[in-house]
Structure formats: C-alpha cells, structure tokens
C-alpha cells in the first residue's frame, strides 16, 4: 500500500468531491419510495388530485437532482481514474527503466507489460468503480433498511433473515475468488510472453517452419488463460443470483406478510409497496457492494503485482571511495561476475588497463565473456567482486547517466528503432547538425550507401531496422555511437558483417578521428584486433594473455591456436 500513499495525497481531495455528489444521488434515491408511499396512501386513497399532483412534482424534482450530481459525478470520477491510471503507468515505466538488467530479468519483460497495461486498468478500474458506488451502495442499504424499519417496524423481521444470508454469500465470494484472479493474471502474463517471443522471432519461427508449432504454443496459453478467466467467471456466477435470489424470497415474504397486516388494518397498501420498493433498492446495492468487492478483489491482486516493480529497491550507490588508483582511463581489478548472482563465473579475476589513445583488442572464442566484460563496464550489470574505474573513480559510485555518458556502445546484436535513420544515428547526441551526423556516418562507412537510398537519411527504417541488411544495421549502429564523441568507445563484434576491405577502411577512419580515445574493439576474427595496441585474449571468462600481436603470436598458446584455425598455416611460418 505504502506506493500508493503519493497518489492517495494527490486525487483524495477531488476523490471527496465526487463522493459528496454521490451522496446527494443516494439520498435522492432514498426518498424516492417515500414520496411514492405517501403519494398512495395520502394522495390516490383519498381521490385527492392536488395531493397527487404536488408530490409528483416532488418526485420529479428530487430525481432531477440525483441525476445532476450523478452527471457530475461521473465526469469527475472518469477525469480522476483515467489521470491516476495514466500517471500510474508512467510512473511504473519510469521504474522498470531504473530496473538493473537482473532484476529486469526476474520479472520477465511480458509480465512487466502485462502489469505495465492490464494491471495498471485493473486498479484504474477499480478506482472508477469506487467512485460510483463505494459509498452509495452502502449508504443505499443502510439508508434503505432504515426507512423500511421507519416505515413499518412490524415486518422488519424479513429484512433480519435475508440480511444474514446476503453477508455471507458475500464473504464466500470474495474468499473464494481471490485466488483465482491471482492465476488469471499469471495466465495473461504467459500468453504475452507467448506473443513476445512469436513477433521478436518471427524471421527463425518462418526460416525454421515452426509456425503450426508456435500457433499451438499460443493456443494452449490461450486455453490456459480463458479456462482460468471461465472458471474464476463461474464460480462468481453463484454468487450473483444466490443474492438475488434470496432477496427475492425477502420480498415474497414481505408481500405475504403486508397483505396480512392490510387485512388486519396494520398496514397501508402504500407502505407495503414502498417497502418493496426498498427491499429491491437493498437488493441492487448489495449486488453493487458484491460487484465492487470482485473488482477490489482483482485490483487487489494487480496492486500488488504493480507494488513489486515499484518496491524493487534501486542499488544505492556506492559512496565514491578513497581511490586506490588514480590512473588516467579505464581499469578492471579482479573482477569476477557471474549473471545469476550466484553460480558459476563468466569472468574470474579479470584485471586490465586501458589508457587514452589506446585501442584494445579482445578476441576469445564465442562464449569466453567477452561482452560480459563490457556490459559491466556499461554497468549493465555489477561485477560480483573487484572493482572497475574510470580515470580513478569507481564507476559504482558513478551517476549512471554521467557514466554511460563517457561511453559510445555499439551492441553486438545491432538494435535499430523504429523511425529514420537520422533519428537513429542521433540518439548519439540528441542536438547534433547534419555536417556532424555525416561525419559520423562517414567513419562508420555508412555514408555511402545511405546517401544511395532514395530518401537518404529520412529513410524510414522498420521496427528493429528490418528493411537493411546485416552490415548496413552494424554501420547505422557505429555511425550512432561514432556521433557521441565520447572518451571510451566500445565496438562489440561490430564488424562482424562487414567484408574486409570495409572493415579496413572503417578502422583506418577510426584509428584517424579516434585519436585520444580508448576503443575497446572486440572481434572473433584475429584480422580484426591484429594492428591493436594491446591484445587481451579471453578463454573461459579468464585472461589467458595479454600483449602485441607479435608477442602473442610467439609465446601464447591460445592465441596461436585462434591463428592456427583462421589463418591456416602461411601465418605461422610468417609469424
Ligand atoms: C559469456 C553467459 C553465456 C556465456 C557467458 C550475455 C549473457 C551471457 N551469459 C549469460 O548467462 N547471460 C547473458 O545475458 O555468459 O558470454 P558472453 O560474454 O556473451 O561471451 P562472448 O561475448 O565472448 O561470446 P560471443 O559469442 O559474443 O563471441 O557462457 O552463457
Ligand atoms: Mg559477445
């Protein structure tokens, strides 16, 4: 509940208003059978027209008026819940992109959506509801309940039956369903991951013709979601019309009971059909309290799925520490890692230094770690033990914005947005001029075949950039980091489809305007990292040499071995 507190703050004033309203409506409700039992009794018993006339004026009066604050009302109570809805939302966003990747992965991006949207409507929903008739359907029966003993305290014995009976259906429904909705919402969450997976793979489920299969995955979460959401609906569908029912019975008794006591003169026909009239307004209001009891019941799970993304504690950051290194650049320092927390390591005891101007290379084969070691640089994540710095400064002390700031990133899986290719480029630096975003895409090699398209750099690319090939993504996504300008500059795999002679250009382009910066340039091929300043070679999370092309090539065993496989024999007698 403690997330809700702000937002209780800021709509509980216009919350009351749109409760006042509703309380007008519900005493107009009230009166209305009173009216009509005088209107009877007074009015059409003694033939008295006048009677009847001023009454009925009454009536209409006191009708017009529950409709005027039932219409102001409502317009308050949609502005509130629609705004609280969409505040809630933004808020929940905002924290699922503080998540670090871990706690991202804990959830699950399709349940974070589904919280994101069906969640969110539930509470949204509910708040709504509230605003309706949280305060009226009591007061109504109460109210009610009151008048009816008011009027004619000798049949009130019904209403102690009926009432009994009502409670407990009531509570029977709320204890029974609440579980329930728990499962149907942990079944949307299944069928979006279902749909999520479908629409990110869609080129492999085609290439691989797992169409019929993945349709059938989709099915049986379907079913899954629709059997639960059926069986939560059918066991509420008892609890509706065993009310009804019973109040119904109420009135049956009362109608039995009233024609006795008319007979015996105790009673006025009037009264007895305002009674009636009472027991069916008891009637609608304890439906209305079940109906809103079902929709806390869902809110109430939803809340507290929305709670747990809210109530993911951001790591506070580490006080800047007394800095054990002043180096200029980028240092690692023991640092081990492992993505579960717990298990094994995909980096153990990494150490290494990188100063500016520097180009590093770093070549293992698939698997060693190598964008691990970036992604904690990136902070993506947090190294399990040792430390990394930047220029002296422990980049867990570090702003994250300040941090990603002095790092240009290009990903090994290049990820391109929906939008033109300039707006992409310029998520590099948001305020850059055209001169610039082409001199960026120059050095990425990019320039070229983006000038060829016909709308050049307005070329609308689609979601994740499908409409370029491989290596025309890898340059759009150099191109974007290149226009950052910042110190560090971290090409994952990033020339991986690019053929050689355009990888060659790329790097002399780089090596030119790159000057004083530190590029941490990782490759699978040895032709990639080769004229590097500094080689580390990565096997098993492990360091397993470090040095120059030269000094690797003689005395490091992991490193001839990469040569040995990708260059054939002409290398070893020349190298
Ligand atoms: C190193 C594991 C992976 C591998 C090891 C990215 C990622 C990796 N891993 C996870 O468990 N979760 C993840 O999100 O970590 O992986 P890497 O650092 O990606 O290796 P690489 O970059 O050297 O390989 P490649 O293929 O990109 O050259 O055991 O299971
Ligand atoms: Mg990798």
Not at 450 to 471: H, K, M
């Amino acid at each position: 509940m403690r997330h809700y507190k702000k937002y209780i703050k800021k709509y509980g004033f216009l919350f009351s208003v749109a409760i006042v309203f509703l309380m007008i409506e519900a005493i107009c409700d009230l009166l209305l059978p009173t009216i009509l039992a005088s209107i009877i009794d007074n009015g059409v018993a003694n033939s008295d027209l006048e009677y009847v006339l001023n009454m009925g004026g009454m009536m209409l009066l006191v009708t017009g008026i529950g409709a005027l604050g039932a219409i102001i009302r409502n317009i308050i109570s949609s502005n509130l819940s629609q705004k609280l809805g969409a505040e809630l939302r933004s808020d929940l966003y905002r924290k699922i992109q503080s998540l670090r990747l871990e706690e991202m992965n804990q959830f699950e991006a399709s349940s974070l959506v589904t919280r994101l949207t069906n969640d969110v409507n539930q509470v949204q929903m509910f708040v709504n509801g509230l605003m309706r008739i949280m305060v009226k359907a009591p007061l109504v029966c109460l109210g009610s309940i009151f008048m009816a003993v008011r009027l004619n305290a000798s049949i009130s014995w019904v209403l102690l039956l009926v009432i009994p009976i009502v409670a407990l259906i009531i509570v029977l429904n709320v204890k029974i369903s609440l579980p329930f909705f728990m499962r149907v919402q942990k079944a949307t969450d299944r069928l979006n991951g279902v749909v999520r997976e479908f629409l990110s793979g869609i080129r492999v489920i085609r290439a691989f013709n797992r169409g019929r299969f993945e349709q059938s995955r989709f099915d049986e979460k379907n079913e899954q979601l629709s059997g639960t959401s059926m069986k939560a609906m059918r066991i509420m569908s008892i609890f509706s019309p065993g009310i009804s029912l019973t109040v119904n019975f109420g009135i049956v008794l009362v109608l039995l009971a009233g024609g006795w006591n008319i007979n015996d003169g105790q009673m006025q026909v009037g009264e007895v059909v305002a009674y009636v009239n009472y027991m069916t307004q008891i009637l609608i209001s304890l439906m209305m309290i079940t109906m809103i009891f079902n929709m806390f019941v869902r809110a109430r799970v939803s809340a507290g799925r929305i709670g747990e993304v809210l109530g993911t504690n951001n790591p506070l950051e580490v006080k800047a520490e007394e800095a054990s290194i002043r180096q200029e650049g980028v240092v690692f320092e023991h640092v081990y890692f492992s993505y579960h927390g717990t298990g094994e390591y995909v980096l153990k005891d990494v150490s290494l230094s990188a100063k500016p101007g520097e180009t590093i290379g770093i070549i293992g084969s698939t698997g060693a770690g190598k964008s691990s070691l970036v992604n904690l640089l990136l902070r993506l994540y947090e190294p399990s033990e040792g430390s990394i710095y930047i220029n002296g400064e422990n980049i867990r002390a570090m702003d994250s914005k300040r941090l990603r700031e002095q790092i240009a990133y290009v990903p090994q899986k290049s990820t391109l947005f929906t939008g033109t290719i300039k707006e992409n480029i310029l998520w590099g630096k948001a305020d850059a001029d055209m001169d610039e975003i082409q001199h960026a895409a120059s050095i990425a090699q990019a320039n070229v075949f983006i000038t060829r398209l016909p709308e050049g750099y307005d070329t609308q690319l689609g979601q994740g950039g499908v409409n370029l090939s491989g290596g025309q993504k890898q340059r759009v996504s150099i191109a974007r980091a290149l226009l950052r300008d910042a110190p560090i500059l971290i090409l994952d795999d990033s020339t991986s489809a690019l053929d050689a002679v355009t990888e060659q250009r790329l790097k002399e382009a780089l090596s030119e305007d790159g000057k004083g910066k530190i590029i941490f340039l990782i490759a699978q091929r040895i032709t990639s990292v080769m004229d590097a300043d500094h080689i580390i070679v990565m096997e098993n999370g492990k360091i397993a040499g470090a040095g120059k092309h030269e000094e690797l090539a003689k005395g490091n065993s992991v490193y001839k071995e990469i040569i040995l496989s990708q260059l054939g024999t002409e290398m070893e007698t020349s190298g």
